[in-house]
């Protein structure tokens, strides 16, 4: 009986401490499952709880406080001061066309004949083609909303990433995006188009995220690096276009320089010969006012009448022609018949 008695009691000792073991292993494992909703959200991130699958709350860094799953879900987010780097060519499903840096910089794309395969090439304002490369840099303004179309993100982004290309390479020629013309590098207006690129592209990305296409999206872009390039046919092209110009404007300095020769050469030919004609004109003149000064003096006395000059002239003649003969036979003046005889000295 007594031994019936111990061993009964025996085995409600075991049974008392099996269930407190067990009890004292719940909590344990109660504590360890109520601790997984204790943590901390890091400074630069951002915290959106979820309960069951629908958004509870959004909390910022700090200590956070959750049911542990499978009640709340917790989902760590960067924060809105954070920029998010997206590739929109990462979404392309061919990625034969996408090239490195050093590839891009030595302007080695080539247009392929599959449209498909010229995703990032864009039509210029004046008739261009221009490669771009572009990586975005955005911000989450919404962590709720970035969550709830989680999945339509980043091809919404890369969408909005080429209409904006479209339109910003449209209003632009291709020296306006890049220096594809080395003397058309200094223009202003070109150089302030060329620094404007981006932000206006960025703006366009923006206009177009915030339509109804994009609503919800709790995004916003904060930058875009844009690598510019043309293909490498068009490089050929333009090298040939620049060497065609330096021998034109050499041939024109050349032919300047002809001309002006023949415009000096021009003008001091017409100097001379003004020079030539003043001379002869004022010989002419000088030699005419010689021969007319005896007269032009006769004329100026008072009292001279056109007979008196006349008498006075043959009178002077008539001696320089007498003194030519020795001798001189008159007729008279009523004689039939004149003859005039002069004998040489």
């Not at 009523?334 to 005039?340: E, G, K, R």
């Amino acid at each position: 009986m007594k031994q019936g008695e111990r061993q009964n009691g025996l085995l409600d000792d075991v049974l008392t401490w099996s269930f407190r073991l067990l009890f004292a292993l719940v909590a344990l494992l109660m504590l360890a499952w109520g601790a997984t909703g204790i943590s901390r959200v890091s400074p630069g991130n951002q915290a959106v709880v979820t309960r069951f699958g629908q958004i509870a709350r959004v909390q910022g860094p700090g200590l956070l406080l959750t049911w542990p799953a499978p009640v709340e879900h917790v989902t760590l987010l960067p924060s809105g001061s954070r920029q998010v780097q997206f590739s929109p060519e990462s979404l392309e499903q061919d990625r034969s066309q996408v090239r490195s840096e050093a590839d891009s910089a030595t302007y080695g794309f080539d247009v392929s004949d599959d449209a498909r395969q010229n995703t990032w090439f864009f039509m210029t304002g004046d008739g261009g083609l221009v490669h771009l490369k572009v990586m975005v840099f955005y911000q989450i303004t919404d962590a709720a909303a970035w969550l709830t179309a989680a999945d339509h993100i980043e091809p919404a982004l890369r969408r909005a990433v080429i209409a904006a290309a479209v339109r910003t390479c449209a209003s632009r020629d291709l020296d306006g995006i890049l220096v594809a013309r080395p003397e058309r590098a200094g223009e202003m207006l070109l150089v302030a188009k060329r620094e404007s690129f981006r932000t206006d592209l960025v703006s366009l990305i923006n206009a177009r995220l915030a339509t109804n296409g994009g609503a919800g999206l709790g995004i916003r872009v904060a930058r875009a690096d844009v690598v510019a390039s043309i293909p490498s046919g068009a490089k050929a092209a333009f090298d040939n276009v620049l060497s065609v110009s330096q021998q034109v404007e050499r041939i024109v300095a050349q032919a300047r320089t002809a001309a002006e020769l023949s415009r000096q050469a021009s003008v001091q030919s017409r100097e001379n010969a003004l020079d030539q004609a003043r001379a002869h004109a004022q010989e002419t003149v000088n030699t005419a006012e010689a021969k007319s000064a005896f007269v032009r003096a006769l004329g100026n006395q008072p009292g001279m009448s056109r007979q008196t000059v006349l008498n006075q002239l043959y009178r002077e003649r008539a001696g320089s022609v007498l003194g030519l003969v020795d001798k001189v036979d008159v007729v008279p003046v009523h004689a039939t018949s004149i003859l005039y005889s002069v004998t040489s000295p």
